[in-house]
């Protein structure tokens, strides 16, 4: 079992920057996959970032360029720096851990955390 809670989320005016940080415990964090998620209002929940435990990274086309997700397997800990954020990032951000053993996913989320971007 893997607790996730994700942090940093707010309200910033278009160009600016925030810093999402998704802390883990209950299991072995290196063993997982991590990644960002986020729904919009009337939209559908899609993949921002992604990252191995060998820190292979993955980025929806959108936010490539923009923002860079890293983890700290020591502090069981990942990040998702977000930089020249626009109006159309706003949506919750949903932490995501999962890994495949034994032919079963193990797959956990985050409760969220709010990202708003202003015009």
């Known amino acids: 079992q893997v607790q996730l809670v994700e942090s940093g989320g707010g309200l910033v005016q278009a160009g600016g920057s925030l810093r999402l940080s998704c802390a883990a415990s209950?299991?072995?964090?290196?063993?997982?996959?991590m990644g960002w998620y986020r729904q919009a209002p009337g939209k559908q929940r899609e993949l921002v970032a992604s990252?191995?435990?060998?820190?292979?990274?993955n980025y929806a086309d959108s936010v490539q360029g923009r923002f860079t997700l890293s983890r700290d397997n020591a502090k069981n800990t990942a990040y998702l720096q977000m930089n020249s954020l626009k109006p159309e990032d706003t949506a919750v951000y949903h932490c995501?851990?999962?890994?495949?053993?034994?032919?079963?996913?193990?797959?956990?989320w985050g409760q969220g955390t709010q990202v708003t971007v202003s015009s």
């Open positions: 990252i191995t435990s060998g820190g292979s990274t």
């Open positions: 995501n851990a999962f890994r495949f053993s034994w032919g079963r996913k193990y797959d956990y």
């Open positions: 209950g299991s072995i964090f290196s063993d997982y996959v």
